[in-house]
């Protein structure tokens, strides 16, 4: 079952194949019910952000659960706009904090540059953070580092800088959006793809073109678009609040035929023009 599947990264740590995203999901009791669901129903990888404001009740949730923490694949993110060493580790140091665990078993940068100024140089500033993440690494308070949004340039410089590649990529990542340039540099260096927004914040599930493809296998559209993620060699992050679709979206033991796989890579842009979510 894909909810017992795992990758391994490079450096052996292994990584449950699917992962419950949060963004959007509002601190209180919406995170916590919603984690606390989908830990229910049997995901072991939780994905949330400091930016997304709600890791307090994704803690509090995961320590509720009752299922050993070395069970659970926990990731967060160092918020966009810090550029910097120290505001890395104590930044860090805060979402420990509010999560209440001793380690991050997955660290990102969130963004190469701040969400309000997109597209910015920050080079410089990416290579301090990334310093700083190898230093908790090596540390043993992260047990995995990585990046998110970043482009083959931005991670080069990471790679030029420190030796170090990143572990995982987090990208928007969907039919018909599949960032060709990113991944085949990801692949070539051994980087894992995370698809965040895999079913493109919502907009492909009442698409047209999928629905023949659903009731071919006789799933939903979002199921078909997840599984289209796994069998890309990518590592979906679904998002839901409702109980009946956190649980669906976890039931991705069928396997779409090549001749399908060739139309969906093939279909054609859906959804925005948007290569980011901020």
């Known amino acids: 079952m894909v909810k017992n599947e795992f990758y391994t990264l490079y450096n052996g740590v292994t990584i449950p194949k699917i992962g419950f995203?949060?963004?959007?999901?509002?601190?209180?009791?919406?995170?916590?019910?919603?984690?606390?669901?989908?830990?229910?129903?049997?995901?072991?990888?939780?994905?949330?952000?400091?930016?997304?404001?709600?890791?307090?009740?994704?803690?509090?949730?995961?320590?509720?659960?009752?299922?050993?923490?070395?069970?659970?694949?926990?990731?967060?993110?160092?918020?966009?706009?810090?550029?910097?060493?120290?505001?890395?580790?104590?930044?860090?140091?805060?979402?420990?904090?509010?999560?209440?665990?001793?380690?991050?078993?997955?660290?990102?940068?969130?963004?190469?540059?701040?969400?309000?100024?997109?597209?910015?140089?920050?080079?410089?500033?990416?290579?301090?953070?990334?310093?700083?993440?190898?230093?908790?690494?090596?540390?043993?308070?992260?047990?995995?580092?990585?990046?998110?949004?970043?482009?083959?340039a931005d991670m080069q410089v990471l790679i030029d800088a420190t030796g170090v590649v990143p572990m995982v990529n987090q990208i928007r990542y969907f039919i018909g959006n599949t960032q060709p340039a990113i991944v085949d540099y990801c692949n070539q260096h051994n980087i894992l793809i995370q698809a965040y927004s895999p079913l493109a914040t919502g907009e492909i599930v009442n698409n047209e073109q999928l629905q023949p493809l659903a009731q071919k296998y006789g799933v939903t559209v979002a199921k078909i678009c997840l599984r289209y993620c796994l069998q890309k060699g990518t590592l979906p992050l679904p998002k839901s609040t409702n109980e009946g679709r956190i649980a669906q979206n976890l039931e991705l033991d069928f396997t779409i035929d090549q001749a399908d796989m060739t139309f969906l890579d093939n279909i054609g842009r859906i959804g925005k023009i948007k290569p980011y979510r901020s």
């Open 21 to 152: 995203g949060t963004w959007q999901v509002a601190e209180g009791e919406e995170a916590y019910n919603s984690v606390t669901y989908a830990l229910k129903v049997g995901y072991r990888h939780i994905d949330t952000a400091h930016a997304y404001g709600n890791e307090a009740s994704v803690g509090r949730a995961i320590a509720d659960s009752g299922i050993d923490r070395k069970d659970i694949f926990v990731t967060t993110k160092l918020p966009s706009h810090i550029k910097d060493y120290q505001g890395t580790i104590q930044h860090f140091n805060q979402s420990l904090t509010s999560l209440g665990l001793e380690y991050i078993d997955l660290y990102l940068i969130h963004a190469p540059w701040p969400w309000s100024d997109i597209g910015t140089d920050c080079t410089q500033g990416n290579i301090q953070a990334w310093k700083a993440m190898i230093e908790l690494y090596n540390a043993g308070k992260i047990r995995s580092i990585g990046v998110s949004n970043f482009h083959p």
